[in-house]
């Protein structure tokens, strides 16, 4: 079974600009997840959807959104960005809602450079 | 909110002895704890999941455990290789009234694991 793929793999944009990052969960996974990953902080979380509807939210401003298809693929949405945002964006998906129950498999990421 | 605190330093542990990582927890009670093993420039892979009626849990050579008491969990790697080389990550969800992690997965910022020859 594929695992969990993210694109792009690598990034680079401006101040100002906006950035869509995409995800496709393992087959059957009906959660996905998103997460920041920086030195400083660490992973944090930035929100799950499951089954097309946003579940859960992390502490992040408005700028970050995202969205399911029918299909369970994820998008993730950044505008207006900042030099802060530079990051490593994980994307993981689990077979039901994100819960202490359910194995999180995450994919590579998406290396973002905000210049 | 949760607060999940590791140690920060890296972790220099020669070949063939036992690692042994902690992760401490402040201000809720998780039912579960989670560990993840990442290598740099990929995302975590999950490792182990213990539950707070569980005092410990092993899977070949690692062995977790959970003191709900002391609001910590301990990671070990026996007979540490090289290969172990990594950062650790715990992390925990809360079994909220909704029945799902209202904050989603909580993660420390792990510990870099270095496996001398």
């Known amino acids: 079974k594929a695992g969990v793929t993210q694109t792009p793999r690598y990034l680079i944009k401006t101040r100002g600009q906006q950035v869509t990052l995409s995800c496709s969960p393992i087959?059957?996974?009906?959660?996905v997840s998103w997460y920041q990953q920086t030195p400083g902080q660490g992973l944090q979380f930035l929100f799950e959807y499951f089954s097309e509807t946003q579940r859960n939210k992390g502490n992040f401003p408005g700028r970050f959104s995202g969205r399911q298809f029918s299909n369970s693929r994820s998008e993730m949405n950044v505008s207006t960005l900042e030099l802060g945002d530079s990051a490593l964006y994980l994307c993981?998906?689990?077979?039901?809602?994100?819960?202490?129950?359910?194995?999180?498999?995450f994919g590579p990421g998406t290396r973002l450079l905000v210049l | 909110s949760q607060k999940i605190e590791q140690n920060s330093e890296a972790l220099n542990i020669q070949e063939g002895k036992t690692a042994t990582l902690t992760c401490n927890y402040t201000?809720?009670?998780?039912?579960?704890l989670q560990w993840y093993r990442q290598d740099p420039g990929r995302g975590p892979v999950f490792l182990l999941l213990i539950r707070e009626n569980e005092k410990e849990k092993r899977k070949e050579r690692l062995k977790v455990t959970f003191d709900t008491t002391l609001k910590q969990s301990l990671f070990h790697i026996t007979a540490s290789q090289p290969a172990d080389s990594a950062t650790y990550l715990c992390a925990l969800d809360i079994v909220g009234y909704s029945g799902g992690g209202a904050d989603g997965l909580t993660f420390g910022k792990g510990t870099h694991l270095i496996i001398q020859p």
């Open positions: 993981a998906s689990s077979l039901l809602r994100t819960s202490w129950r359910e194995t999180q498999y």
């Open positions: 087959s059957g996974h009906r959660s």
């Open positions: 201000n809720y009670s998780p039912a579960y």
